[in-house]
T-cell receptor, first 111, second 111 residues
Framework: GEDVEQSLFLSVREGDSSVINCTYT??????LYWYKQEPGAGLQLLTY?????DMKQDQRLTVLLNKKDKHLSLRIADTQTGDSAIYFC???????????FGKGTSLLVTP | DVKVTQSSRYLVKRTGEKVFLECVQD?????MFWYRQDPGLGLRLIYF???????EKGDIPEGYSVSREKKERFSLILESASTNQTSMYLC??????????FGQGTRLTVV
């Protein structure tokens, strides 16, 4: 499938903002998603953005989409220790059924 | 709330055994998916199904088969388990080309 790339690790201090970046190659991507996985659990949808949008805000979460550069980011404001998890970027194309995932970014929040 | 239930959280099987992983969803979703998750490799699609009795190969179908006899149930079958199939298996479902809802995962160990 098409590639979705993310950095593997990010460490931030509690109270700081976290920014997790993602790039994708499929120009026909229609929806882009951010999922969160806590240790030992399945994936939980955090937020999503349609490809015709460039920003979406949901409480502490801000998603930015640069469709020209095929770059997606997730900003978490006032990061808490409970935000420590793996964050997956995913996309689905107009012709696809299944989500195509990045390898995930492990976020570590230190006190 | 959508519920995707995987029959086992942990399984230990012997090499050569036939293994069934079961997944049930309760929201009448058309699409169901099986992914495996491995450290450093992220989520990789094994098989998906977009309707009863329909199945499509994903990125890594070798060594696996699937069954979808009823809309709510999607089974993953390892015909002859091998140690390289030790992994976390995640089932998901979605309505049309939409966000996917995940089960809690089955951690399979093949010894």
């Amino acid at each position: 499938g098409e590639d979705v790339e993310q950095s593997l690790f990010l460490s931030v201090r509690e109270g700081d903002s976290s920014v997790i970046n993602c790039t994708y190659t499929d120009s026909s991507s229609t929806y882009l998603y951010w999922y969160k996985q806590e240790p030992g659990a399945g994936l939980q949808l955090l937020t999503y953005i349609f490809s015709n949008m460039d920003m979406k805000q949901d409480q502490r979460l801000t998603v930015l989409l640069n469709k020209k550069d095929k770059h997606l980011s997730l900003r978490i404001a006032d990061t808490q220790t409970g935000d420590s998890a793996i964050y997956f970027c995913a996309e689905i194309s107009n012709s696809g059924y299944a989500l195509n995932f990045g390898k995930g970014t492990s976020l570590l929040v230190t006190p | 709330d959508v519920k995707v239930t995987q029959s086992s959280r942990y399984l230990v099987k012997r090499t050569g055994e036939k293994v069934f992983l079961e997944c049930v969803q309760d929201m009448d979703h058309e699409n169901m998916f099986w992914y495996r998750q491995d450290p450093g490799l992220g989520l990789r699609l094994i098989y998906f199904s977009y309707d009863v009795k329909m199945k499509e190969k994903g990125d890594i179908p070798e060594g696996y088969s699937v069954s979808r006899e009823k809309k709510e149930r999607f089974s993953l079958i390892l015909e002859s388990a091998s140690t390289n199939q030790t992994s976390m298996y995640l089932c998901a479902s979605s309505l049309k080309r939409d966000e996917a809802f995940f089960g809690q995962g089955t951690r399979l160990t093949v010894v």
